[in-house]
């Protein structure tokens, strides 16, 4: 049984930082690309951000660019964004997705991700 397993979110005043991270178990997706997504109480699911399965192609969403930064461990099947200068309006729940379909390049379209973690709540107070 595959599973993606968020953790790190948390409560973090305006301005401060968080770092979320994203294990896989029942396979690997070291030659997969993978993406974070988020999405707020009353809104559509927003791209935050994909890596290529290499680590070295990255793409944002243009509400985190310059302040989010996604990495990964592929010895340890985990994703990882590290989130600074975070602002109220980036409060949502963070799912993190894997794709058995692309390896390359980040995809930062939801329907292209196969498997989905259950989501970790981050709220930014002002």
């Known amino acids: 049984q595959v599973q993606l397993v968020e953790s790190g979110g948390g409560l973090v005043q305006a301005g401060g930082s968080l770092r979320l991270s994203c294990t896989a178990s029942g396979r690997s997706f070291s030659n997969n690309a993978m993406g974070w997504f988020r999405q707020a109480p009353g809104k559509e699911r927003e791209f935050v951000a994909g890596i290529g399965w290499g680590g070295s192609r990255t793409d944002y969403g243009d509400s985190v660019q310059g302040r989010f930064t996604i990495s990964r461990d592929n010895a340890k099947n985990t994703v990882y964004l590290q989130m600074n200068s975070l602002k109220p309006e980036d409060t949502a729940v963070y799912s993190c997705?894997?794709?058995?379909?692309?390896?390359?390049?980040?995809?930062?379209?939801?329907?292209?991700?196969?498997?989905w973690g259950q989501g970790t709540q981050v709220t930014v107070s002002s």
């Open positions: 997705a894997a794709t058995v379909s692309y390896r390359t390049y980040p995809r930062p379209v939801a329907n292209e991700y196969d498997y």
